[in-house]
């Protein structure tokens, strides 16, 4: 029984690991290596890769720098829209919260890079193009409907005394949001706002369409841009090397906020 | 007065599903394209008559729907297995859960990236494998028959975490009184799976699938990365050709006709999905 | 000091949850709410609280009409029946959460939240969080935080449902010393009769969003107007013969009296208690309980009599008395 499970754990992590630990081997290993097989050992490992990638113009920390502004501003304005709707979600009137409860799981259903031209005319007529912060709007407004579900859920698990204490106590709505009520969900914020910022840091059709200046790129638009560069002679040095290097924030993510990745999805999934 | 709170998230969602969507419809029945000088010009539903004899839309549909029953299906069974694995007891659990969900949280486009040189022919450790074992080299990034199959693999690796975590909170929720209480009754652990585990687990396992398959239908990033929707279009995927009729054919109103149709053909899926699923629920109920 | 409650009347959809209550609390007056689950006790001291609104009536504390008038400003000192303390607090931190929103300077924060700590005797406590403390610990710090909110009426919503047995029994005295020092109305809900009789200077039972009947818990107990209150109140529950001619007579257990020639029965169960003893018993005018002394032996022939004047009479199909 034990000895099954030990199998079972030890190909879990070689599925979950392997294709990734063969990029951390490739980016440190020389392009001729790679190509030529039996080459001698000296010649196989370099760091030859990662000098490529970082000192490339624009360089690569660029692109994280640019997916993390997208990131944070999209998180927090997510936050900030999403933790008053989800609040009022709770207090009005019970069929009409079910009806809005439908509507935000259909559209956090909805596949939104059908919705990708259409956005693209807005940045358009709205001269929204090539600006990262302008990008965080249509990522606000894509995460919305998960956010505002697993916020209302959060502000619905509440005991109702709480707040009708703090009513007696003499706290408007904006101190019982603000001393009370966002102390309390502060869990369901936290897993609300890493899926939002892992959204907002992995997005791809918005962004590819969206930016077309090479310093604004964000990451997956950027690492993509490098494999539709060169289709005969890849690099595929520099491409691990990149890909390490762009999984790696993310690497830091899931292991620092696990749990609340992890209580997030569960949460949200189901009540919403 | 509080229902204010809800207007600033209904409007962004109204601005950002609701106007693309009734654009959508506007264009559909419009010319709008490089031959038009992109000025649209009602064109009386030829975009749709057109869509009804593309050949390319068809097959693309139907390479999109294999693509997403079989990955759906795969990740389905194989995030049962892991969110079972997890659900037990032993140590060093939550490192290892910490890395199911990595491939889950990487970018799309870093590790499809990554699948291109890992499935690269000849280079790729795959074909290397191949000829380890004097295997004729598998050309699978060329190979009409067999590229769909790769990019299930990859969409597989990515998205099972996502569906093994939501089965995982179903699992928790199930309380262990019930299962001490069938093994009093005399059951055994398969039994117990097939008449405790799977039962209770229903509704997440439909939630799963819902959210997966709607996902798995718009898949864009993976194939266009990974393969561009080659060789021959064998991997195009509805979104991707959609995007190529926008940004490499430059005819938005035929693309945007491929979108409501896409759309449409999903809600389809969806819906029969359900029915069948309901329908074998409702028969299991007759036989029992 | 006073509370008046004026036909007051709340509705959800088409269900009446408080239904034209009239009520008056004098000062220095504990005024219980007693009934069963959703009879609108609790609904009742929300309308009190403010935290809903009527749809018809007038509330007046101390003689002004606060019906449109909100929470905060009707000056409610408030325990919850979850205690309601924030958890995210220290206790001193909850207890000094509505001074500071009230405005009130640092210094007076500091002194009035101290003092209130020192006469409930949770200076230890003052920096630990609601977890970390008792039950009845939790329920200082609620009881803390109503009388730092210097109110007008005190209301009290099951303040004792969330602590054990012996601790409730002990903690009445205390808590009806500390709620009526300075003579402000109290509304005092509760399911538990002999809470309420132990509490309050008067019970108003509760049923359907009606008060049924209120009184002191002597006039409950010895003149119930309808056969609810009769079984309501009182434990073991009065025993009930069927109805004769259009009257049911309802009889106490404990004014049920073994003699040798009178109504005869058969044993069918017996708990002994220590001071008294409970018997079940079949007659011919269907089952009895009697309370009996604990030293009392079993008769070989149980024959049962009382006293006419000891017999409640009501009507049988409006359950009014009509004695």
């Not at chain 1, 630990?21 to 080459?39: A, G, I, P």
């Not at chain 1, 924030?249 to 999934?269: D, H």
């Not at chain 3, 959800?12 to 609108?40: K, M, Y």
Request: hydrophobic share 50%; charged share 15%.
């Amino acid at each position: 029984m034990i000895r099954t499970r030990k199998l079972w754990i030890t190909a879990l992590l070689l599925w979950s690991l392997a294709p990734l630990l063969w990029q951390v081997y490739t980016s440190f290993c020389s392009n001729e290596s790679l190509l030529h097989t039996l080459t001698d050992h000296q010649s196989r490992w370099t760091l030859e890769n990662y000098r490529q990638v970082l000192t490339a113009n624009p360089p690569f920390w660029r692109y994280l720098l640019n997916s993390a502004l997208v990131g944070i501003t999209s998180t927090g304005l997510t936050l900030l829209i999403a933790i008053p709707a989800a609040y009022s979600l709770v207090k009005v009137p019970r069929n009409v919260a079910r009806g809005a409860k439908l509507f935000l799981l259909g559209a956090a259903l909805f596949p939104y890079v059908l919705l990708f031209l259409a956005l693209l005319e807005l940045a358009r007529n709205l001269n929204l193009g090539n600006n990262l912060l302008a990008l965080s709007f249509p990522y606000t407004a894509l995460s919305m409907p998960l956010a505002v579900l697993l916020l209302s859920s959060a502000f619905r698990d509440l005991p109702s005394e709480l707040e009708e204490a703090a009513r007696v106590e003499g706290l408007g709505l904006w101190q019982r949001l603000r001393w009370v009520l966002i102390p309390l969900i502060a869990p369901a914020t936290a897993s609300t706002a890493i899926l939002v910022f892992l959204f907002s840091w992995n997005e791809y059709p918005i962004a590819l369409t969206w930016i077309s200046s090479a310093d604004l790129l964000t990451l997956p638009v950027a690492i993509a841009r490098i494999a539709g560069s060169s289709v005969y002679s890849i690099p595929y040095g520099a491409y691990a090397a990149a890909t390490v290097l762009g999984a790696l924030p993310l690497l830091l993510l899931v292991i620092i906020f696990q749990r609340q990745i992890v209580s997030g999805l569960t949460q949200g999934a189901i009540k919403g | 007065m509080i229902q204010l709170l809800l207007l600033p998230a209904a409007l962004l969602i109204a601005l950002v599903f609701g106007i693309p969507l009734i654009r959508y419809c506007w264009l559909s029945v419009h010319a709008n394209s490089v031959v038009t000088g992109l000025v649209a010009i009602p064109n009386h539903g030829a975009n749709w008559l057109r869509l009804f004899n593309d050949e390319r839309f068809w097959q693309d549909s139907a390479q999109t729907a294999r693509f997403a029953f079989v990955s759906v299906s795969l990740e389905l069974l194989l995030a049962l297995a892991i969110a079972l694995l997890l659900d037990q007891r032993w140590r060093g659990r939550g490192v290892v859960r910490a890395i199911t969900l990595l491939p889950w949280a990487l970018p799309t486009t870093v590790m499809a990236l990554g699948w291109r040189w890992i499935f690269n022919t000849p280079y790729g450790p795959i074909e290397q494998l191949a000829v380890l074992f004097r295997l004729p080299p598998l050309n699978i990034l060329s190979n009409p028959d067999i590229t769909w199959l790769a990019t299930v693999v990859g969409d597989v690796w990515k998205t099972t975490p996502f569906v093994a975590l939501i089965l995982l909170a179903g699992l928790q929720t199930i309380p262990n009184d019930l299962y001490e209480a069938f093994y009093l009754e005399g059951g055994n652990p398969r039994a117990a799976f097939f008449k405790v585990t799977l039962p209770l687990l229903q509704p997440y396992l439909l939630l799963g699938l819902l959210f997966r398959l709607a996902q798995a239908f718009g898949v864009f990033d993976l194939i266009q990365v990974m393969t561009g929707g080659g060789p021959a279009s064998s991997t195009e995927s509805l979104a991707l050709y959609a995007y190529l009729n926008a940004m490499r054919f430059l005819d938005f109103g035929y693309s945007a006709t491929v979108m409501i149709g896409s759309f449409l053909l999903l809600v389809f899926i969806c819906l029969f999905s359900w029915l069948v699923i309901y329908q074998t629920r409702h028969l299991r109920g007759v036989f029992k | 000091m006073s509370l008046i409650l004026e036909n007051i009347s709340r509705r959800i959809g088409r269900d009446w949850i408080v239904r034209h209550l009239q009520l008056e609390v004098a000062e220095g007056e504990c005024l219980a709410l007693l009934g069963p689950s959703g009879c609108g006790k609790s609904s009742t001291l929300r309308l009190i609280a403010g935290l809903d609104q009527p749809n018809e009536g007038r509330i007046y504390i101390n003689g002004k009409d606060v019906t449109s008038v909100s929470p905060v400003n009707r000056r409610i000192g408030m325990v919850f029946q979850s205690y309601a303390l924030f958890p995210h607090l220290t206790v001193a931190e909850n207890l000094a959460l509505g001074l500071r929103v009230r405005k009130i300077s640092a210094n007076d924060q500091y002194q009035r939240v101290a003092s209130v700590l020192a006469l409930m005797q949770l200076e230890d406590q003052a920096n630990q969080r609601p977890a970390q403390l008792s039950g009845g610990q939790r329920q200082r710090v609620a009881l803390a935080r109503a009388l730092l909110r210097d109110p007008l009426i005190y209301l009290l919503d099951e303040p004792m449902s969330n602590l054990d047995a012996q601790l409730r029994e002990d903690l009445r005295p205390e808590l009806r010393r500390l709620i009526l020092k300075d003579g402000q109305p109290v509304v005092y809900v509760t399911h538990d009769q002999h809470e309420a009789m132990a509490m309050a200077h008067r019970i108003g039972v509760m049923r359907g969003g009606q008060i049924e009947q209120v009184g002191t818990p002597q006039e409950l107990y010895h003149q119930p107007t309808s056969i609810f209150v009769a079984s309501f109140i009182g434990r073991p529950q009065i025993n009930l013969l069927p109805a004769e001619s259009g009257i049911i007579t309802a009889i106490r257990p404990e004014d049920l009296k073994l003699c040798t020639q009178g109504l005869s029965c058969q044993l069918i169960h017996r708990e002994w208690l220590g001071t008294s003893q409970l018997w079940l018993l079949e007659s011919s005018r269907g089952p009895l309980r009697i309370i009996t002394t604990g030293d009392t032996s079993i008769p070989n022939d149980i024959q049962l009599t009382w006293l006419p004047e000891k017999e409640h009479k009501f009507d049988a199909s409006s359950g009014l008395r009509c004695n």
